[in-house]
């Protein structure tokens, strides 16, 4: 099974929702553990990476610099 790939300041949609009713999350931290942001309410969460990697369902949005990175 293919890793998903995700960055720094992505958009993830996560398959359970936050408590405020959205599941969509940014990720804010990167490292062994990921610290992501409720787009909703901001409330922020860190978690370890395996558990992160199990619960999203997809990315929604890349960040704005990987953007700006792939046309030079």
């Known amino acids: 099974m293919e890793r998903k790939q995700f960055e720094l300041g992505d958009v993830v949609e996560m398959k359970k929702p936050h408590p405020c009713g959205t599941n969509e999350m940014e990720i804010i931290r990167m490292g062994m553990d990921i610290r992501i942001k409720c787009v ?6 860190l978690i370890p990476r395996l558990k992160f990697e199990k619960s999203l ?5 890349r960040a704005e610099n990987s953007a700006e990175q ?3």
């Not at 909703?40 to 969460?45: A, D, F, M, P, R």
């Not at 369902?57 to 949005?61: D, E, I, P």
């Open 57 to 61: 369902k997809k990315v929604l949005r």
């Open 40 to 45: 909703g309410c901001k409330h922020s969460v």
């Open 70 to 72: 792939g046309g030079e």
